[in-house]
């Protein structure tokens, strides 16, 4: 059964701090592992990794996979208290070409300031 | 590009009455669109996948008779909550698939059911 795994469930850090979020799978098929942002609105899209060890980044948030290991992490430095949200890890499911995400149970970051 | 929309992103309704939720891709076109919902501090639950020109596949447990999906275009897609009860107050969320498995979200509705 297609499974992801998020680590930590929560976590708490003052302003200018460093994060490292975990994220584990496992899926039949591996195509692509996405990771999401969740405010009090819908989830909005942060990246999408196919490769291993090709880091994606976008301003102070990156994330790179491991196809070996099966995992990903996503990282956030300097913190600021409007990175606080739900951060999702999905992977689409292995069977079949329906779409579908399977998605971990989320980190509650929370940023003091 | 890859904007979803959603309308409405409020509604109140007495016990009884049906609401429908649109979900548009702006920008692109989306064969596959998702329904889900969303429970306070709960995850996302897949409800739905609709394609469009065909029926909706629902997931388990999630009753195709309440919750009735269209996906008439390809920028489309509607959920109609029939004959709303208060236990279907929720945060209803769609998604647009776009380019391999990316999905984008919508910014949701929040329906509270009187």
């Known amino acids: 059964e297609d499974k992801v795994v998020q680590s930590p469930l929560s976590l708490v850090v003052h302003e200018g701090d460093t994060v490292t979020l975990n994220c584990s799978y496992e899926v039949t098929n591996f195509r692509s592992l996405l990771w999401y942002k969740q405010e009090k609105k819908a989830p909005t899209f942060l990246f999408m990794l196919?490769?291993?060890?090709i880091e994606k980044k976008s301003g102070r948030l990156s994330s790179i996979l491991d196809k070996k290991e099966l995992f990903s992490i996503l990282n956030i430095t300097a913190t600021q208290t409007g990175d606080s949200a739900i951060y999702l890890c999905a992977v689409p499911e292995g069977s079949g070409n329906t779409g579908k995400l399977i998605f971990g149970q989320g980190t509650t970051l929370q940023v003091k300031p | 590009g890859a904007v979803v929309s959603q309308h409405p992103s409020w509604v109140i309704c007495k016990s009884g009455t049906s609401v429908k939720i649109e979900c548009r891709s702006l920008d692109f076109q989306a064969t596959t669109m998702f329904w889900y919902r969303q429970f306070p501090k709960q995850s996302l639950m897949l409800m739905a996948t609709s394609n469009e020109g065909s029926k909706a596949t629902y997931e388990q447990g999630v009753e195709k008779d309440k919750f009735l999906i269209n996906h008439a275009s390809l920028t489309l897609s509607t959920l109609t909550v029939t004959s709303a009860h208060p236990e279907d107050s929720s945060f209803y969320i769609c998604?647009?698939?776009?380019?391999?498995?990316?999905?984008?979200f919508g910014p949701g509705t929040r329906l509270l059911v009187l």
């Open positions: 196919t490769s291993s060890g």
């Open positions: 998604s647009a698939r776009r380019l391999q498995e990316t999905q984008y």
